[in-house]
């Protein structure tokens, strides 16, 4: 009797779901900003803090792609510069241009993530290594092709999806176009992942790869895959960004880190096998929460730089002793 009660008192606190500290962490932050700048707390401060961020975790949410399959991809950076660069070049300042422009730097997003992955899947080069190579031609591209200094500018369609705002809406005021792309894709990537057996597949490559593939996982394709989603959405977060920061040879600059720190802070496992995109999303939300506070504060850009490499050492260390305690 005493045993069947201890059992129905055991079982609710099963079904308890379990909440990833990110969110939290998120809440958290907010509030300390709202303390530090009560304005950020008015529609206009926390939608422009949303349209901040929304590059970011777009990439973050494709990045997370590649650190599930085992993998890291540094070229997303330099991939944001050549979509800025790119697009200004052939823009030649013709509105009508951006409607062919998108769809190409698209298309070059699709050939720079099968390269990755078929040096990374067939030639067994890390990705850390092939992906850095990647960046540093990718960032020699768009350096030669803008001659080293940002020529032309990007029209008005174009910064549509990163400038322009939805104005004299109820409560929330106005709404950023970049913000309804990141719920977008956000929801895209999120299906992808969680949704699809293809993300199960993704996972289950991350976890054990060997495994994976003597039950039949096409590994390869898999990861192939997985770079050619994280190289569409740094296409797609440069556009964003060019639309809200204009033309700059170095505008992706860093943008690679931030995309796996803010996977990190939502709990993917750098050593993959687990993560989540609306973890990560929020990861990069706190994360610009993070720099928001360091400005409010008046704490210089190389603390942003010290607190960021602090979360990734943690993360790797954190995820080393984990797979050595699970004996993988």
Not at 71 to 87: A, E, N, P, Q
Not at 114 to 120: R, Y
Request: aromatic share 8%; with cysteine.
């Amino acid at each position: 009797m005493t045993q069947d009660v201890l059992s129905q008192g055991a079982e609710p606190r099963r079904r308890l779901p379990q909440i990833n500290p990110v969110y939290i962490l998120v809440v958290v932050l907010i509030l300390a900003i709202v303390v530090m700048n009560p304005a950020f707390g008015e529609p206009t401060g926390y939608m422009n803090y949303l349209k901040r961020v929304a590059a970011l975790a777009i990439l973050s949410g494709g990045a997370l792609y590649v650190i599930i399959s085992g993998g890291f991809d540094l070229s997303v950076g330099s991939t944001m510069t050549l979509t800025v660069i790119g697009s200004s070049m052939l823009a030649s300042n013709d509105p009508n241009s951006t409607y062919w422009i998108i769809p190409l730097m698209l298309g070059i997003g699709v050939v720079i993530g099968v390269i990755n992955g078929l040096v990374v899947s067939y030639l067994k080069v890390p990705s850390l290594i092939a992906t850095l190579g990647m960046m540093i031609s990718l960032n020699g591209v768009a350096f030669m092709w803008s001659g080293g200094a940002p020529r032309g500018y990007l029209p008005d369609t174009f910064r549509f999806f990163g400038r322009y705002n939805i104005a004299d809406l109820p409560v929330i005021s106005i709404l950023p176009i970049a913000v309804i792309c990141l719920v977008v894709f956000g929801a895209i990537l999120w299906w992808g992942l969680h949704r699809t057996n293809f993300g199960r597949l993704l996972h289950a490559v991350g976890d054990n790869q060997q495994a994976a593939r003597l039950a039949g996982v096409p590994v390869e394709r898999i990861r192939i895959s997985a770079f050619v989603v994280s190289s569409l959405t740094a296409v797609l977060a440069g556009v964003i960004l060019g639309g809200r920061a204009g033309v700059s040879v170095n505008i992706g600059s860093g943008f690679e880190l931030q995309a796996i720190t803010a996977a990190v802070i939502g709990g993917a496992q750098l050593l993959g096998g687990r993560g989540s995109v609306p973890a990560t999303i929020a990861g990069a939300l706190a994360l610009e929460a993070i720099f928001t506070l360091l400005n409010l504060l008046g704490l210089a850009q190389p603390v942003r730089l010290v607190v960021q490499g602090l979360i990734l050492i943690g993360a790797v260390a954190f995820a080393t002793y984990q797979r050595r305690r699970g004996g993988r």
